[in-house]
């Protein structure tokens, strides 16, 4: 732990009430102007351990910890009981930023701007005004934030959303940066800025710790790699030594260069002449601003038909309006201008409930549509009155398609964030809709995830659904879908 400005030494560490520890002999380091990346695929304790460096779970309110932490020279032993020191969050997060995987999970929520969101954490630390708003300008350029820094946070898009989380975190000038999962819902432009926000930070001497399910290009330019699989670290090493490694491969960590599984579906194409299931025609749509003034249109003349058992996947630049666009096809929006039609019927006067009934969303954030105590529960939640007597095997049906059988008693909350995804995606599919729309999809999910999320597409298809999935994910869009969309400027066209 020589020059270290942040370590552990985890022997152990339980969430109280859990037997199995969370995470067991785990050593940690990071040095001043490093990036080192914590490889692991859904459930390894990526999470646990970057909240624990961070202070986000504190040993004692939190759970037991049985090992040490230290930072910028401080040192705290814990032995798991009511005598250990205590974590002062305040002053441990003066010293090191954190990035949830859910990036919304760190904003104030409190502020109406981008720039009064940037401008919290300074204020609390009563930086002078003038210092605040060069700082304020000065990230928001790194970040690619300046045209939106008038913009309500709740209405930028995920990727913009990460950025802003960045850019808080990065604005009170910590010591060290800890980034789970930084690059998800980025488009390519956003890719770039936060390697480069990163490089700056590592330059001036930041140490940056990345939390990632995939050895991609962030990942791979670190210094140094720990590879976690069930809460232990296996491995320790450089990216050069350890990319091709028994102990990555195990943990199902993705690899860019393995080229995604194409579903078996995605040979056979839809047949021309049959009926549309999905039908967009001139659709415009813009969301209202302030004193009923109306932003520029999101969406222009906009068209669209995908017909039974086609994939269709929807790619584009952060903010282009691809989350609003599948708002569309259930009627959570309605358009300005144009038809919408799911099987031949439009959704112009009808209940937003009537609308949903033959179009399954899978929302870009997993959580905003979990809301049950058990996962059997929430897949089975208005099965019985839609589908009656076939309720429960539907539900069961779709927990298995994607690997959920055995948490079937587990608390929603309880799961990791890619099991939360592929929860959100069951209660979908356990409804068997007509049209299948994914928003993101692919995001956090490791490479058994993609495997279960292919498989899904797959047979959703094949039973005749029309899909859409949103991505940003370019190689997974080309192996997945039939067709490949981009959306600009308003409107799709070929990709």
Same mark, same amino acid.
């Given at each position: 732990?020589? &020059?270290?400005?942040?370590?552990?030494?985890?022997?152990?560490?339980?969430?109280? $009430? /859990?037997?199995?520890?969370?995470? =067991?002999?785990?050593?940690?380091?990071?040095?001043?102007?490093?990036?080192?990346?914590?490889?692991?695929? *859904?459930?390894?304790?990526?999470?646990?351990? $970057?909240?624990?460096?961070?202070?986000?779970?504190?040993?004692?309110?939190? &759970?037991?910890?049985?090992?040490?932490? +230290?930072?910028?020279?401080?040192?705290?032993?814990?032995?798991?009981?009511?005598?250990?020191? #205590?974590?002062?969050?305040?002053?441990?997060?003066?010293?090191?930023?954190?990035?949830?995987?859910?990036?919304?999970?760190?904003?104030?929520?409190?502020?109406?701007?981008?720039?009064?969101?940037?401008?919290?954490?300074?204020?609390? =630390?009563?930086?002078?005004?003038?210092?605040?708003?060069?700082?304020?300008?000065?990230?928001? /350029?790194?970040?690619?934030? !300046?045209?939106?820094?008038?913009?309500?946070?709740?209405?930028?898009?995920?990727?913009?959303?990460?950025?802003?989380?960045?850019?808080?975190? @990065?604005?009170?000038?910590?010591?060290?940066?800890?980034?789970?999962?930084?690059?998800?819902?980025?488009?390519?432009? &956003?890719?770039?800025?936060? =390697?480069?926000?990163?490089?700056?930070?590592? %330059?001036?001497?930041?140490?940056?710790?990345?939390?990632?399910?995939?050895?991609?290009?962030?990942?791979?330019?670190?210094?140094?790699?720990?590879?976690?699989?069930?809460?232990?670290?296996?491995?320790?090493?450089?990216?050069?030594?350890?990319?091709?490694?028994?102990?990555?491969?195990?943990?199902?960590? @993705?690899?860019?260069?393995?080229?995604?599984?194409?579903?078996?579906?995605?040979?056979? *194409?839809? @047949?021309?002449?049959?009926?549309?299931?999905?039908?967009?025609? &001139?659709?415009?749509?813009?969301?209202?601003?302030?004193?009923? +003034?109306?932003?520029?249109?999101?969406?222009?003349?906009?068209?669209?038909?995908?017909?039974?058992?086609?994939?269709?996947?929807?790619?584009?630049?952060?903010?282009?309006?691809?989350? !609003?666009?599948?708002?569309?096809?259930?009627?959570?929006?309605?358009?300005?201008? %144009?038809?919408?039609?799911?099987?031949?019927? *439009?959704?112009?006067?009808?209940?937003?409930?009537?609308?949903?009934?033959?179009?399954?969303?899978?929302?870009?954030?997993?959580?905003?549509?979990?809301?049950?105590?058990?996962?059997?529960?929430?897949?089975?939640?208005?099965?019985?009155?839609?589908?009656?007597?076939?309720?429960?095997? #539907?539900?069961?049906?779709?927990?298995?398609?994607?690997?959920?059988? #055995?948490?079937?008693?587990?608390?929603?909350?309880?799961?990791?964030?890619?099991?939360?995804?592929?929860?959100?995606?069951? !209660?979908?599919?356990?409804? #068997?809709?007509?049209?299948?729309?994914?928003?993101?999809?692919?995001?956090?999910?490791?490479?058994?995830?993609?495997?279960?999320?292919?498989?899904?597409?797959?047979?959703?298809?094949?039973?005749?659904?029309?899909?859409?999935?949103?991505?940003?994910?370019? +190689?997974?869009?080309?192996?997945?879908?039939?067709?490949?969309?981009?959306?600009?400027?308003?409107?799709?066209?070929?990709?």
């Amino acid at each position: 732990m020589a &020059g270290a400005i942040l370590a552990a030494r985890i022997c152990s560490f339980n969430f109280h $009430g /859990e037997r199995a520890p969370a995470l =067991r002999d785990v050593d940690f380091s990071a040095r001043p102007g490093t990036v080192t990346a914590v490889l692991g695929g *859904s459930g390894s304790g990526k999470t646990t351990l $970057g909240k624990l460096l961070a202070g986000w779970l504190r040993p004692g309110p939190a &759970g037991r910890l049985r090992g040490s932490l +230290a930072l910028a020279g401080e040192l705290l032993e814990f032995q798991g009981g009511e005598d250990d020191p #205590r974590i002062n969050p305040a002053a441990w997060s003066d010293r090191v930023g954190y990035v949830p995987q859910e990036a919304a999970a760190m904003l104030s929520t409190v502020r109406s701007t981008v720039a009064e969101e940037l401008a919290f954490g300074l204020e609390n =630390r009563g930086t002078p005004r003038a210092r605040m708003l060069r700082e304020v300008a000065g990230i928001a /350029e790194l970040t690619g934030l !300046t045209a939106l820094l008038g913009r309500d946070p709740a209405t930028l898009s995920g990727g913009e959303l990460r950025r802003l989380a960045m850019a808080c975190a @990065v604005i009170t000038g910590p010591g060290v940066l800890v980034l789970d999962e930084p690059l998800a819902s980025l488009d390519a432009a &956003g890719v770039i800025q936060v =390697r480069d926000l990163i490089c700056r930070l590592t %330059g001036a001497g930041t140490a940056v710790v990345v939390l990632s399910q995939a050895a991609d290009g962030l990942a791979r330019s670190a210094a140094h790699w720990i590879i976690l699989d069930g809460g232990t670290a296996t491995a320790t090493g450089t990216p050069r030594k350890l990319i091709r490694s028994a102990e990555l491969a195990r943990t199902g960590t @993705v690899l860019p260069a393995v080229t995604c599984t194409v579903p078996a579906v995605r040979a056979q *194409s839809p @047949v021309p002449d049959t009926e549309p299931v999905l039908e967009l025609e &001139g659709v415009g749509f813009g969301f209202p601003g302030a004193g009923g +003034a109306v932003h520029e249109p999101l969406l222009r003349n906009l068209g669209l038909t995908v017909r039974p058992g086609e994939i269709v996947a929807v790619t584009g630049r952060n903010g282009a309006g691809k989350s !609003t666009l599948l708002r569309h096809f259930n009627g959570l929006l309605r358009p300005d201008t %144009g038809t919408v039609r799911v099987a031949g019927q *439009s959704f112009a006067g009808l209940p937003a409930g009537r609308a949903a009934a033959s179009v399954g969303l899978l929302f870009q954030h997993p959580r905003d549509q979990l809301f049950e105590r058990t996962v059997l529960r929430e897949v089975s939640f208005g099965l019985r009155r839609l589908h009656g007597r076939e309720a429960g095997s #539907r539900a069961h049906e779709a927990l298995e398609t994607v690997g959920l059988s #055995r948490d079937a008693a587990t608390h929603p909350a309880e799961l990791p964030a890619s099991k939360q995804r592929l929860l959100a995606l069951a !209660t979908v599919l356990a409804r #068997r809709p007509a049209v299948l729309a994914l928003d993101e999809p692919t995001v956090g999910l490791d490479r058994h995830g993609l495997g279960r999320l292919d498989h899904a597409v797959s047979a959703a298809a094949a039973r005749g659904a029309a899909v859409v999935l949103v991505t940003h994910d370019a +190689a997974y869009a080309r192996a997945a879908a039939h067709r490949v969309l981009e959306l600009d400027g308003g409107c799709l066209r070929d990709a």
